[in-house]
């Protein structure tokens, strides 16, 4: 019988298998924790010990399907977001720690308004819901609802509110609509949308392009399409104290700005960076008093 193979050499197996990507070991280290349902210091702890064969075996297939561009959230079925762990499954966009500053960006705002009152606060194109439900869990005051056009992402984000005890509403439909349906003014909108230009889909690595939905990554116009019409139709839903609250892509910082400028004249409009330096926010605000 063959020697047992222990963590460390697990490791350097994948780590050499997984070359050509720049996070091979924190990959390795992620499927060797939910192979083995040890913490991340655990795994340290044993990295001599061996792994059982069972475990071994199934390890070195998710490798295999990791190298073929599956996505490693989709084998573990869950990424963390905001110190919590969501289920993400191929109906939805794996949430990016850039999202994270967004939900910071908006925390601080909610705050800074100090509003007597609680606030209607709605997520557009929710995905697994990590915007939405963040937003409830850290802002007990807001009422969330979160918005998908896509009834398959909006289960996930049920399942995903019900596991973390997050009260937000979801209602599915495009953009705006299930706002103007439910015929309410709204204090902030958070969203984000659809922003890659159809033009770089060849440029993005195959565990984006082929297994993230298409729908949640790409928008017509240069990517700007739904920003386009988030501008033209929120004038007439927002309230006049509150902010919107947008990701976008680098690049398309002065053409979301352009915008929401022209749809909101009497409003300060600002681009924001992400912790990379790329621009990735923009924030359409009252003006100062
Ligand atoms: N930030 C994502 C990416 O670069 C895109 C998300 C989006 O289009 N909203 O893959």
Known sequence: MAESVNVYEALNWASSFLSDRSDARQIAMRLLQYETGWSQATLMAEMRSPLLESAWQSFQANIQEVASGRPVQHITGEESFFGRTFHVNEHVLIPRPETEELVQGVIERVQAMGAKRPLDMVDIGTGSGVIAITLALELSQCNVTGTDLSQSALHVAKHNARQLDATVSFRQGDLLTPIKESGHFVDVVVSNPPYIPFAERDDLAVHVKDHEPNQALFAEEDGLRCYRQLAEGLPEL????????????????????????????????????????????????????
């Open 238 to 289: 927002l309230n006049r104290t509150g902010f919107i609250a947008l990701e976008i892509g680098d690049g398309q910082g002065k053409q979301v700005q352009s915008l929401f400028q022209k749809a909101f004249p009497d409003r300060t409009v600002n681009i924001e960076n992400d912790l990379n330096g790329r621009e990735r926010m923009v924030f359409v605000e009252p003006l100062s008093q």
